[in-house]
C-alpha cells in the first residue's frame, strides 16, 4: 500500500500543466488574452457567469455577448512539445443561449501566431470541441494539421446540445491514439491512423489484377424450362370501360360517335419473363485485390507537434451566449478527467435548478388568457391563403 501511495505521489511530481485560465482573478484576464484585430467587426468576448449558472458561484468564463458576429480571441503561453508524453487539452462550455448556430471550439496555434492577426485561416495545430447548426449538425470536431494540411476526424463524435455547462477534454498518446472525453466520460478512442486519413493507406488495389473474364457474378438466370404459355398475349392492355353509358346530352352530330373510355385490361398479363433460378456456375462478387501500397510510410509521432503556444477562440455564432471556462493543457489525464466530473457535478444541478425558477418567473409574468375574449371565427379566416404566408421555423 506505501509503495502505491508513493508511486502515485511520484506520477504527481512528474505531471505538467502548461497552461491554465479560470479567470478567477477578476479583470487581470485581459493582459493575458488578446483580441485579433484583422477584422474590425470581431465580436468582443466579455466575462460573465451567463444567464444561468449555480446560485453563489463565482466562476466567470469568456462569453460571446453579440449575435452573428465572428469571434477571434486567443492566450500565449510558454512553448511547449509533446514528444514522448500525453497531451491533454481540456475546457468547459455552456450554451445558455440554447445555441441555434455557431461553433463551441478552441484551437491551438504554434509559437510564431501574431494574436492580433489571428483569423479563420491561421495555421493551427489542433482544433477540439463542439460544433452546433440546426439539426443535422451536432458534432464534436477533431481536426489534426499534419504536413501543412488540415485533417477531420473520420469518426462521428456527437456533441451535447443543452443550455448547461459540459467539460470537453482530448487526449492525444505517445502511442499514436487518442480519446475523447465529455463531462469525464469516453465518447470515442482509437488509432491516429485509422480515424485519420493523414498517412497514405497501407494497402491499395492491385492495379494489375483485372476481373476474369469468364468471372460469373449472376446469381440468378433465366430457367432455361420455362416457356412463355400459347395463350399470354392474347388479351390487350386497355379494354372500353364495360361501365361506362352515353351521355344523355351528348349529341353524335355535335360530338361525333361516341366511344366509351379505356381503362386497364385486368387480364392482361404485361411482358413474359421466365421465372428464375440459382444459376450454379456463380462465383460470387469478385474481389480486387490489395497489395502494399508502396507510398505508405509509417510515421510514429503523428501525435507530435511542436511549439505549442497558444490557445484561441476562433468561431462564428448565430445566436451568441456561450461562456467558455476552465482551460486546462497538460500531460495528466486522470487529474483533468476528475476535474470535469468535478465541474459537472457543482455546476450541472444547479444550473438546471435556476433554469426551471427562470422559466416560472417567467410563465407567470405572461398575462392570463381572458375567457371573455370574443371568439375567432372561422369566416375570419376565409381569405387566408397558405401560400402566400412565409413562416420561417427558428433553427
Not at 433554469?355 to 379566416?381: H, N, R, S, T, Y
Amino acid at each position: 500500500m506505501k509503495l502505491l501511495q508513493v508511486s502515485f505521489l511520484a506520477s504527481l511530481a512528474c505531471a505538467k500543466e502548461f497552461f491554465r485560465e479560470n479567470f478567477s482573478d477578476g479583470d487581470k484576464w485581459t493582459s493575458r488574452w488578446v483580441q485579433s484585430k484583422h477584422k474590425s467587426d470581431y465580436g468582443a468576448l466579455d466575462l460573465s457567469a451567463g444567464t444561468i449558472y449555480a446560485e453563489g458561484d463565482e466562476a466567470l468564463g469568456l462569453r460571446t455577448p453579440n449575435d452573428a458576429k465572428f469571434y477571434a480571441m486567443s492566450s500565449r503561453f510558454e512553448p511547449f512539445n509533446n514528444e514522448g508524453q500525453d497531451l491533454v487539452i481540456q475546457y468547459s462550455v455552456k450554451h445558455d443561449q440554447k445555441i441555434d448556430c455557431g461553433g463551441g471550439y478552441v484551437k491551438i496555434f504554434p509559437k510564431d501566431l501574431e494574436q492580433e492577426e489571428m483569423h479563420g485561416e491561421s495555421d493551427y495545430h489542433i482544433m477540439f470541441g463542439p460544433d452546433i447548426c440546426g439539426y443535422s449538425t451536432k458534432k464534436v470536431h477533431v481536426i489534426f494539421n499534419y504536413e501543412g494540411k488540415n485533417h477531420l476526424i473520420k469518426e462521428d463524435i456527437k456533441c451535447k446540445d443543452d443550455e448547461y455547462t459540459h467539460v470537453y477534454t482530448l487526449h492525444v498518446k505517445p502511442d499514436n491514439t487518442y480519446e475523447v472525453f465529455i463531462d469525464g466520460a469516453s465518447a470515442k478512442a482509437g488509432s491516429l491512423e485509422e480515424h485519420w486519413d493523414m498517412l497514405k493507406p497501407k494497402k491499395i488495389k492491385d492495379p494489375e489484377a483485372k476481373k476474369p473474364e469468364d468471372w460469373v457474378d449472376d446469381a440468378k438466370i433465366d430457367d432455361p424450362e420455362d416457356t412463355k404459355p400459347s395463350d399470354w398475349d392474347d388479351e390487350p392492355e386497355y379494354v372500353a370501360d364495360p361501365d361506362a353509358e352515353k351521355p344523355e346530352d351528348w349529341d353524335d352530330e355535335m360530338d361525333g360517335e361516341w366511344e366509351a373510355p379505356m381503362i386497364n385490361n385486368p387480364e392482361f398479363k404485361g411482358e413474359w419473363s421466365a421465372k428464375q433460378i440459382d444459376n450454379p456456375d456463380y462465383k460470387g462478387p469478385w474481389v480486387h485485390p490489395e497489395i502494399d501500397n508502396p507510398e505508405y510510410k509509417e510515421d510514429k509521432s503523428l501525435y507530435s507537434f511542436k511549439d505549442i503556444s497558444v490557445i484561441g477562440l476562433d468561431l462564428w455564432q448565430v445566436k451568441a451566449g456561450s461562456v467558455f471556462d476552465n482551460f486546462v493543457i497538460s500531460d495528466d489525464i486522470q487529474a483533468a478527467l476528475k476535474e470535469a466530473k468535478q465541474i459537472v457535478e457543482d455546476r450541472v444541478e444547479a444550473e438546471k435548478k435556476m433554469k426551471e425558477e427562470l422559466d416560472a418567473a417567467k410563465k407567470a409574468e405572461e398575462p392570463e388568457e381572458d375567457d371573455d375574449e370574443e371568439d375567432v371565427d372561422d369566416e375570419d379566416f376565409e381569405d387566408f391563403d397558405e401560400d402566400e404566408f412565409d413562416g420561417h421555423d427558428e433553427l
